[in-house]
């Protein structure tokens, strides 16, 4: 598909500095090394790289022009904008999707429970047989094909691509988890959501943020372009966020009978959610096999939204058997006890995790290994450190995605918040830390394998290295 260069550049809401001859665009590209004859190569800065530093070498691939915020000392035609992540958004929505756009489109942000709740939804559609696609921390999934990603909220220029191929392949649902770092890096400027779920906000990704404030107000932008808000009102920043979306919004809870959706019974056990979830349109049995209180928030978020995007098929909820989700609060029962693998990886994520299993009735005892990852917010580490002392009967500090950091420091840093000695050993060897905690379980015991969830690698100086806590555990038996 060839666009002409002068029609694309018409669809920017940016200033545009571009006086060179109209050209035919093969294709849009952010990634250099990517780049074929006759594409546009848009320069953003990232994290690791500037984009505007390659330039030359997507003109020597090819590039029919580059589109940046400064010009470079090389032949070729450059293209001039003020902001290039908020030109790429739209040029790649013009390209790839015209006047289209996926719908109902769902857009689910907050620090924890977005995976869960989009796969839940996903699940939920898949029932009512509406081809649906979802887009998350575990990759891109239709009922055609999936996909590892690379990043929880892709690049706008690769959810374009997505949402073409969505549209091709007939899905008539998109259910996304939306990250701070995607709102603020205008990976989804210019999309509408037809819903915005509000999970919950608590301490993470501050090396990135500036404040707890900065965070908030990073994730409540998302209800700008929302047509309805889900919003947890048990969080006191969803609370917050409740008071000050204006426009048509339901708000859930576990137990407030002031919210939309609440639960007027609730028991949570090993063998998973049991309770009446209240709703304006009748209550909902709720019976799941999804361990702790947190996954009944996730679970009366996904039916509300459910009942707001699609108000004439609740009959398909009452006792949905929704099924774990890969990697969070996942059970795996052995010959010794039960392991359990979350992608808990912040404070609250873990207390919540162990908490969930601490309240167990009849638990013997509950050990816990865990990391933090490298080059991410120090500040959360001693705090993992004490929640872990709080809950766990045994503690094993280990590796977790390092990337340029010592990983000795790292756990050094995590040690610095327990103030027993007994029940802590350290092994940074990811895989030795887990055969060591299965060696010292026996029936009875839970063993908590935080952090990685679901994960296939481990990121140490650049290199994804090919590993799964749950092939550790599964090799064992």
């Given at each position: 598909m060839n666009v002409s260069l002068r029609s694309l550049l018409k669809n920017l809401s940016v200033s545009v500095d571009y006086h060179g001859p109209?050209?035919?665009i093969c294709d849009i590209e952010y990634d250099s090394r990517k780049i074929r004859s006759g594409a546009l190569f848009v320069a953003i800065r990232g994290a690791k790289a500037?984009?505007?530093h390659f330039m030359e070498q997507a003109f020597a691939q090819g590039a029919a022009a580059c589109l940046a915020e400064e010009s470079c000392n090389c032949s070729g035609l450059q293209i001039r904008v003020p902001d290039s992540r908020k030109a790429l958004a739209e040029l790649s929505w013009a390209f790839y999707l015209g006047d289209r756009r996926p719908h109902p489109l769902l857009g689910v942000t907050g620090t924890n429970g977005k995976t869960t709740i989009t796969h839940l939804l996903y699940q939920l559609a898949e029932t009512a047989g509406i081809p649906s696609a979802l887009i998350g921390t575990l990759g891109v999934k239709t009922p055609g094909y999936q996909l590892e990603g690379e990043r929880t909220t892709p690049e706008s220029r690769d959810l374009a691509a997505y949402f073409r191929n969505f549209l091709q392949e007939g899905s008539r649902a998109v259910f996304m988890e939306v990250s701070s770092h995607a709102i603020a890096l205008k990976r989804v400027h210019g999309l509408t959501f037809d819903a915005a779920i509000f999970t919950n906000l608590t301490r993470d990704h501050l090396d990135f943020h500036a404040d707890m404030e900065d965070y908030f107000k990073t994730k409540a932008s998302l209800f700008d372009n929302a047509h309805s808000a889900l919003i947890n009102i048990d969080d006191p920043y969803g609370k917050r966020l409740a008071e000050q979306v204006s426009g048509k919004k339901r708000t859930f809870s576990l137990n407030n009978a002031e919210a939309d959706f609440y639960y007027k019974t609730?028991?949570?056990s090993l063998e998973g959610v049991h309770g009446i979830l209240s709703s304006a349109s009748g209550d909902i049995a709720v019976d799941a096999p999804l361990?702790?209180?947190?996954?009944?928030e996730n679970i009366a978020a996904a039916l509300s939204t459910w009942t707001v995007?699609?108000?004439?098929t609740p009959t398909h909820l009452q006792h949905?058997?929704?099924?774990?989700?890969?990697?969070?609060?996942?059970r795996i029962p052995t010959r010794r006890g039960t392991a359990v693998i979350d992608y808990a990886h912040t404070p609250d994520a873990m207390e919540k995790a162990l908490q969930a299993v601490r309240d167990l009735e009849g638990l013997r005892r509950l050990i816990c290994v865990f990391g933090c990852g490298g080059d991410r917010d120090h500040g959360k580490r001693a705090m993992m450190g004490a929640v872990a002392e709080r809950y766990a009967d045994h503690i094993l500090l280990c590796n977790d995605n390092p990337r340029s950091e010592d990983p000795e420091k790292i756990i050094a840093e995590i040690r610095s918040g327990i103030s027993r000695d007994a029940s802590v050993d350290i092994c940074v060897d990811r895989a030795e830390a887990i055969r060591r905690a299965y060696a010292l379980s026996e029936s009875g015991d839970i063993l908590m394998i935080l952090g990685k969830g679901a994960e296939n690698y481990m990121e140490i100086k650049g290199e994804r290295i090919p590993f799964q806590d749950k092939k550790i555990i599964v090799g064992l038996e």
């Open positions: 109209d050209r035919d500037d984009g505007h609730l028991r949570v361990l702790g209180r947190f996954n009944a995007l699609y108000p004439d949905f058997p929704f099924y774990p989700v890969a990697g969070r609060m996942e």
